[in-house]
């Protein structure tokens, strides 16, 4: 059962976020269709505690004190651990190997890797690191990560060809991570091991970053013909994590 007034205070607070320069009593009570003398009352009380502060305009604008918080907030969001239970019932819908990694420098690192008892064999564990270029998790990250961070990364890495499918142009890696954005998910056919076909998408966090990326994997005979429903749970999944991260998507 909510309680009316603490659920008027979220609904300021969240109200605010989206303007930064500021609203007045009477802005806010309009724009939420609350009663112009209980918003005043809620937002003096808010401004008492520095959750909000008043500019010279006599606009309120969120405080000091939701620093504090926000900051607390993210270091307490573990990206493994609040994504733990989504992974496992990914892994049990697609009844494949399901992996998560996190970007460490010019690689990525396993840091969950759900393994269903029919799923092929692969070398990757949790702890170690792949290429990004040939994997589809690293591919996921180089596709949705800011071009400048993309292209400096891209300067640094040699591609050596690992299998008979392994791109070792920049101009064809390039170009085909510019359909992996524009689809919301990478691919790796065959890339960095023989037999392993790896459909891979970004989790965000509150900074619109990405702060991992997960996968489904296994046989290509058995991805292919349910691809259009991996990568369906694929993405629900992805897009459930980034939520509890504080994503929200613009």
């Not at 270091?75 to 493994?80: A, C, P, S, T």
């Not at 792949?130 to 993309?150: D, H, I, Q, S, V």
Request: proline share 3%.
């Amino acid at each position: 059962m909510s309680v009316k007034s603490a659920v008027r205070v979220m609904e300021i607070l969240e109200l605010l976020s989206e303007h930064s320069e500021g609203l007045t009593v009477k802005e806010i009570s309009d724009s939420l269709s609350f009663p112009q003398s209980s918003t005043f009352n809620l937002v003096q009380t808010l401004c008492t505690r520095n959750y909000l502060i008043q500019s010279g305009t006599k606009k309120y604008k969120l405080g000091p004190k939701l620093i504090h918080i926000g900051s607390n907030a993210m270091e307490g969001l573990d990206v493994q651990s609040e994504g733990e239970v989504h992974l496992r019932k990914l892994m049990e819908d697609v009844q494949e190997t399901v992996f998560m990694a996190v970007l460490s420098e010019d690689e990525l690192v396993y840091v969950s890797k759900l393994e269903y008892n029919r799923s092929i064999r692969t070398g990757a564990k949790i702890g170690s690191r792949k290429p990004l270029y040939c994997t589809g998790l690293g591919k996921a990250f180089l596709a949705f990560m800011p071009e400048e961070n993309r292209d400096s990364l891209l300067d640094e890495l040699k591609l050596n060809k690992i299998t008979e499918n392994t791109i070792t142009s920049k101009a064809v890696l390039i170009e085909q991570l510019t359909i992996y954005s524009n689809q919301g998910y990478a691919v790796d056919d065959e890339e960095n091991e023989e037999g392993l076909y790896c459909i891979a998408a970004p989790v965000f966090n509150a900074n619109q970053e990405v702060a991992a990326a997960i996968s489904i994997a296994g046989p290509k005979f058995r991805m292919l013909p349910n691809k259009d429903t991996i990568v369906q749970k694929l993405l629900s999944v992805s897009e459930e994590i980034s939520q509890t991260l504080g994503y929200i998507k613009t």
